[in-house]
């Protein structure tokens, strides 16, 4: 069964750092764009930041200038280094993936399971 598996979350004080990771487990053909999304409580799911296979980048406003989303074609695997944090920023990450080849005809959306953020002194 292919997954996206998550690592990094936790709790850290503002303008501390964290370091998000997003790994496939199991086997696939290719991973197309790779993103992160967050979820505060009684919020919508929104987009943070997402990079092509390319390397193309996109972010959020809101996190323009303090995060880094990065990848590693050869570990099908995406980062997102989150500098300056603020308390606004508390959520739960969920890494994405909506085009992942399993076989050369069969594609899944992918989502990992999410991992906590937290930012509070």
């Known amino acids: 069964q292919v997954q996206l598996v998550e690592s990094g979350g936790g709790l850290v004080q503002p303008g501390g750092s964290l370091k998000l990771s997003c790994a496939v487990s199991g086997s696939i053909v290719s991973i197309g764009a790779m993103g992160w999304y967050r979820q505060a409580p009684g919020n919508q799911r929104e987009l943070v930041a997402s990079i092509t296979s390319g390397g193309r980048t996109y972010y959020t406003d809101s996190v323009k200038g303090r995060f880094t989303i990065s990848r590693d074609n050869a570990k099908n695997t995406v980062y997102l280094q989150m500098n300056s944090l603020k308390p606004e920023d508390t959520a739960v990450y969920y890494c994405?993936?909506?085009?992942?080849?399993?076989?050369?005809?069969?594609?899944?959306?992918?989502w990992g399971q999410g991992t906590q953020v937290t930012v509070s002194s």
């Open positions: 994405n993936s909506p085009q992942v080849a399993v076989t050369s005809f069969e594609y899944l959306e992918l």
